[in-house]
């Protein structure tokens, strides 16, 4: 991934779609969906359960390829791209969030987003520093030493969107962040990934939480693998 060029789209989706063999007959996961990611935008996914929207996010992140269509990081074809390519994208450029929050049990909460340094080769006063940053930033500094089991819920959402944070990723995958939380620490969890949105980073969620409509830039609607509808959102008037 190039730097971003605000004509360039940082995500662009052509006529994609993934398909498996549902014994004997065809099932779609996600069918000719085609969709553009402006720069620093915060788009959310939403629909229902099974209705494709973890399967886009995967062919997005190059974590699966499709079967049809093409998929556009920064202007480059990520479909035609060797698997070494696309594991040096996902640890330098694109950060993850997940539902399972996915930390690691027997390290602190700065030793799982201090972990992400070290894997992308940051030096130790780095590691260090960047460490301090986040922690501050998502207001859990005095909770810096605490393990996984320790922290609530929230606490443990908000070091993974730390950690995702770690390398300064200019693209943000985040699937269902706020599924296991309560509205309250949802909205928390929101409005951290509207301010990074606010700083330049490109945000791509699927999420059924009816909070993103007061914070996402624009909605796009998935129903049985296929868009369905899509329009800007409140979130969008965040930003002045």
């Known amino acids: 991934m190039t730097a971003h060029d605000e004509t360039t789209p940082a995500v662009e989706v052509r006529g994609v779609s993934r398909h498996f063999d549902g014994g004997g007959h065809t099932v779609y996961a996600v069918r000719d969906v085609s969709l553009t990611v402006a720069p620093g935008e915060l788009l959310a996914i939403v629909g229902r359960s099974g209705s494709g929207k973890t399967t ?15 998929v556009y990081l920064d202007g480059h074809d990520i479909t035609v791209a060797s698997e070494g390519y696309l594991t040096a994208l996902r640890r330098n450029h694109i950060g993850f969030v997940f ?11 700065a030793e799982n987003i201090a972990l992400a340094l070290r894997i992308a080769g940051a030096s130790g006063r780095d590691e260090a520093q960047r460490t301090r940053e986040l922690l501050e930033l998502v207001g859990l500094s005095a909770r810096a030493g605490h393990r996984p089991y320790e922290l609530s819920g929230g606490e443990q959402q908000r070091v993974a969107v730390a950690r995702a944070m770690a390398n300064r990723p200019r693209l943000l995958i985040a699937d269902e962040p706020t599924g296991e939380l309560d509205t309250v620490t949802g909205a928390q969890i929101f409005g951290l990934l509207q301010q990074a949105a606010r700083e330049g980073v490109t945000i791509v969620m699927a999420t059924h939480d009816p909070l993103i409509m007061d914070y996402a830039d624009r909605f796009v609607e998935m129903a049985d693998g296929r868009l369905v509808g899509s329009g800007e959102i409140r979130g969008a008037l965040h930003r002045g």
């Not at 886009?56 to 093409?70: V, W």
């Not at 539902?99 to 909460?109: D, N, T, Y």
Request: no cysteine; aromatic share 4%; charged share 15%.
């Open 56 to 70: 886009l996010l995967n062919l997005i992140a190059g974590l699966d390829r499709p079967d049809d269509g093409s």
């Open 99 to 109: 539902q399972s929050f996915g930390l690691l049990p027997l390290l602190s909460a």
